[in-house]
């Protein structure tokens, strides 16, 4: 233990010297500690997987919903018919803030077939505090984001929450799942029909066996 908190220490004293340009140097840290997070987290992070196992279908149409993008521009989820949507709850100050990176990689490795949609919030421990242009130039010029960011919002259950979300977290809705996000960057996979499929807490990589499996799936 004495040796991984030397370690530790080591590495983040380096990330202190060598500040990533773009970045403060809470989020060099933890951009740099993100491999480790991932690795102490990932036994965990299967458990917690769930998948609708009953094939239960949507009370209310996932393609009834509408949100606006990052911009202010409306978007219509009918709009991805025929496609699988991969929708994510991010933050820009947060261990797991790198999964930014694997995103955009899965995003362009399913370009035909896959859309991933992410939904800043500042709902826990306030890891997003910055408005919606500051969040998508961080985005942007760090990790080279190009799928669409929608703008910020409340994502777990509570007044305000928004529509998608409570479409997402509520089983009398989308027919089977009640989970709300626990942390940023839960995901969940809707299928080509508009099906709920699968939830993956913030400990699974996008880039995971589990993921590309579940987007392969036919």
């Known amino acids: 233990m004495i040796k991984i908190a030397i370690a530790v220490g080591v590495l983040v004293a380096a990330t202190l010297l060598m500040k990533k340009t773009g970045m403060s140097y809470r989020q060099s840290v933890l951009k740099t500690l993100y491999p480790a997070i991932m690795w102490s987290s990932k036994a965990n992070g299967k458990k917690q997987i769930q998948f609708n196992k009953e094939h239960a279908v949507p009370l209310a149409s996932f393609y009834s919903l509408v949100a606006k993008d990052i911009n202010g521009n409306e978007i219509?989820?009918?709009?991805?018919?025929g496609k699988k949507v991969l929708i994510v709850n991010t933050a820009s100050n947060c261990g797991f803030t790198a999964q930014y990176e694997a995103l955009e990689t899965l995003y362009r490795q399913f370009a035909n077939k896959l859309?991933?949609?992410?939904?800043?919030?500042n709902d826990f421990k306030e890891q997003e505090s910055a408005d919606n242009k500051n969040i998508d130039?961080?985005?942007?010029?760090?990790?080279?984001?190009?799928?669409?960011?929608m703008e910020k919002s409340i994502v777990?259950?509570?007044?305000?929450?928004?529509?998608?979300?409570?479409?997402?977290?509520?089983m009398t809705i989308n027919g089977w799942c009640h989970q709300e996000p626990t942390w940023n960057f839960c995901k969940y996979l809707v299928d080509e029909q508009g099906v709920l499929t699968y939830y993956f807490p913030m400990t699974v990589d996008p880039l995971s066996a589990e993921v590309i499996a579940a987007i392969e799936a036919k």
């Open 156 to 170: 777990i259950k509570q007044q305000h929450q928004n529509e998608v979300h409570k479409w997402l977290s509520d």
């Open 137 to 149: 130039n961080f985005c942007k010029k760090n990790y080279g984001v190009t799928f669409p960011l």
């Open 76 to 81: 219509k989820f009918s709009d991805f018919k």
């Open 115 to 121: 859309i991933i949609i992410g939904f800043p919030s």
